[in-house]
C-alpha cells in the first residue's frame, strides 16, 4: 500500500522545471481562506481571501497555455477561472446587507447588497494589482528586489483590508 501512495508523488520528483511563484500565492491564498473559516473569521472577510485565491488561480492558469488560440487569451482564462471559483463557492459564505442612499427619491433608497460579492471581487482585483506594485517598489528601491516580494505584499494587504473589514463590520 506504502508503494502504492509514492508512485502518486513520482511526478513531482520528475519535473524539470518549477514556477514557483504564482503556485505559491495560489496556494497561500487558499490557505488563508481555510485558516479564516477555521478561526471564525466574518464571511465578508472570508469572500475576500476566496477572491484573492480565484484570480490567483486564474493568473496562474492563463500562464501555463504558452500558445495563443484566441484573441484575449489570457482575459478569457484570468476571467472564466475567476467567475467559476468564486461564484460557486459565494453561496456558502454570503453575507446580504443593506446599502441605503438617502439622496434617491423622496425618503431615500435602500438597496439589499451582497457584501462577499464586492469583498471577492476586491480580493479579486488586489492580487490582479499588486504586481504592478511590486514592480513600483522595486523601480523605487532601485532595482532592489525581496525575496518573495509580491506573494508578502499580497499577504499584507489582504490581511490589512481583512482586519479592517472583520473591525468595521
Known sequence: MKGKNLF?????????????HCPLCTIGAGAAAGAAVWLGVSKIVVALFIGAFSM????????????????????????LVFFTTLLPILPLFSAIGPLYFSFIGD????????????????GGLIILVSPS??????????????SFQTMILNFVILLAIGVAIQILV
Not at 425618503?107 to 476586491?122: E, I, K, P, Q, R
Open 107 to 122: 425618503y431615500g433608497t435602500t438597496f439589499a447588497v451582497n457584501y462577499s460579492l464586492y469583498t471577492g471581487l476586491l
Open 8 to 20: 502518486l508523488f513520482a511526478p513531482i520528483f520528475l519535473a524539470t522545471r518549477v514556477m514557483a
Open 133 to 146: 506594485v511590486s514592480k513600483e517598489i522595486t523601480k523605487l528601491r532601485k532595482g532592489k528586489h525581496i
Open 56 to 79: 490567483s488561480m486564474g493568473m496562474w492558469f492563463a500562464g501555463v497555455v504558452k500558445k495563443k488560440y484566441i484573441p484575449f487569451q489570457n482575459f478569457v482564462i484570468v476571467s
